[in-house]
């Protein structure tokens, strides 16, 4: 309680003025003294920021739900928001009148002047969206990036190809971080910098490991005589390199195909627009660099490498073997942990044929996400996506689980859901709670479109933490337009059908003004949801099987749930982005919900 004077608070931000007025933080109630307006100044983006604005009004009091400040300054405070009693506990009425709009649009004008409160709202450069070095420029509610060599791309994400005019004639053209962003790599006997010109066929000789080099009638031309048990086109092959039975661990130095062609260098200009390349996120944790060697880092059977066949890029399985098996004993189990240490921190940082429009994803690189089947005569059957928030809790969307009547299984840890894997862990689903304000409005939208499903624990315990198998955060922010996420899931393809591998892509998060547009989804979204997409580049979108999966965005080094995949029309479609339920509406309803449970257990 404060009387009088002028008294600034920051975090929580309390700004009162000439009365008397009780602020606390935005988790608890607001106790409002008559003859005073408390209003809370939320700005997206920053975390649990709140303003509180007393003002004398001499106006008489009742409890109602919060007035939003926008509706006040335009004079107008308009329906309170269906959201707002599960989300925010701020009360407050105030007499309108013209004095009053007056007096909070100057103290409002202050505020953001003094403050800065809403810069991150403003400016959209405030969160440095170029990456690589890039510099932005803000252009009013856009912003264009301004690449460093050999970077480009909307946000300097991609490396330009800068091999488009040079000629590397018997050799294969590489791009390089550092002036002048490329190297020839010649294929012997020919010789830098431009591969043109060709040494003599055994001199230096190309054998490794003390082989022999045999001239061949064609001066290009020679063939390595391998001592035992050397072998491959160069000897280079030695008995000891092979991979063992994880197969992306593999970090020998095998480059030839088994159909004997030589590897494409990962940093070969040919691979910019291939999905594994010396330039991907996280490349050197698989292994990949600037060298043409071996690597599995989608983690498929063995050891592959990119080719050139009839002139165009292939893939090909390395000449490599499997090791031979040891004999290992084996540990005495250990009791799994009952709880996460951490949460959004995946093991594996990459990305890989898509969601519709993108690329089927390394295993491990979401292992928050959840599959919920259903039983049938075949077999489970996937039909709605979801995300592990807490060892025994899912979040999904509530349409997914409308009338319902079938048992669920949640399936964590899953790759492929066409075959039984390692990795995996299932769970039968035994309490469904959807939220108690959702509805259906048929040919408008899905509202409060959420939902939590309990898991039945299996020998006391439910997910127990791997590399495939984590938790993502819960946010308690806003992000602005133009924040890249990723959506991923089991949905429907470009060809209409499921894909049974993980899919995911890249989306950047759109305006709610820009969403609600006549010509996009014309006035359908409400605060408890969101849309994303590429309006310029249609075909990347979340489809039917994903429903209830996740958009996750990345803050301060961590993957937070932001939102779950909701409702759309069509799949991919022009000026038709996907639409998100707003997860940040709805986390003081997901935590109510958990504890309430844990208390009912106990």
Partial sequence: MVNSALTLQVLPLVILLGTTCLGVTSSST???V???????????????????????????????????????????????????????????EAKQDTNLQQELSEEFSWMEKSLGVFDYMTDSCYSNPCKNGGTCEAKGS?????????????????????????????GDCLVILTP??????????????????????????????????????????????????????????????????????????????????TCLHWNSHHLLDHPFNAFMEDADSYGIGEHNFCRNPDEDEKPWCYIRKNNEVDWEYCDVSLCAAEETPTEPPTDPPEVFQTCGQPEVRRTLKKIYGGSKATAGKHPWMASLQIQTPDGNKHFCGGVLIKSCWVLTAAHCLENLETKIQVALGKQNLKKKEDHEQI????????HDKYREEMGRALYNDIALLKLQPVDGYCAVETKYVKIACLPDFFLPAGTSCFIAGWGDTE??????????????????????????HHDKLDDSMFCAGRLRKPGIDSCQGDSGGPLTC?????????????????????????VYTQVTKFTSWINAVIQYSSRSRQ
């Fill in 34 to 92: 008559p003859n005073s307006l408390c209003l809370c100044l939320e700005s997206p983006g920053l975390h649990s920021l709140c303003g509180f604005l007393a003002v004398s009004t001499g106006a008489s009091w009742a409890a109602r739900a919060p007035v939003p400040l926008r509706s006040i300054l335009e004079g107008s405070t308009g329906a309170s928001d269906e959201t707002d009693d599960y989300e925010n506990y701020y009360y407050t």
């Fill in 180 to 261: 002048p962003y490329f190297k020839c790599s010649c294929k012997p006997p020919y010789k830098r910098p431009s591969c043109q010109r060709a040494s003599k066929q055994c001199s230096p000789n190309p054998c490794k490991n003390g082989g022999t080099c045999i001239r061949n009638r064609y001066r290009s031309k020679f063939t390595c005589k391998c001592p035992e048990p050397f072998r491959g086109r160069f000897c280079e092959i030695g008995p000891n390199d092979c991979y063992e039975e994880d197969s992306s661990t593999y970090r020998g130095r095998v480059s030839q195909a088994e159909n004997g062609r």
């Fill in 554 to 578: 990345v803050a301060n080094g961590s993957y937070y749930v932001y939102g779950l995949v909701s409702w759309g029309e069509g799949c991919g479609l022009k000026n038709k982005p996907g």
């Fill in 30 to 32: 607001l106790a409002v």
């Fill in 142 to 170: 856009d912003f264009s990036c301004h690449c460093p060599k050999p970077y480009g791309g909307t946000t300097c994400e991609k490396v330009e190809d800068m091999c488009l005019e040079k000629n590397c004639h018997f």
């Fill in 427 to 434: 769970f039968d689903a035994v309490e469904v709670i959807l």
């Fill in 495 to 520: 060809t209409g059908d499921p894909s049974h591998q993980l899919l995911d892509a890249n989306v950047r998060l759109i305006s709610q003004r820009k969403c609600n547009e006549p010509n996009i």
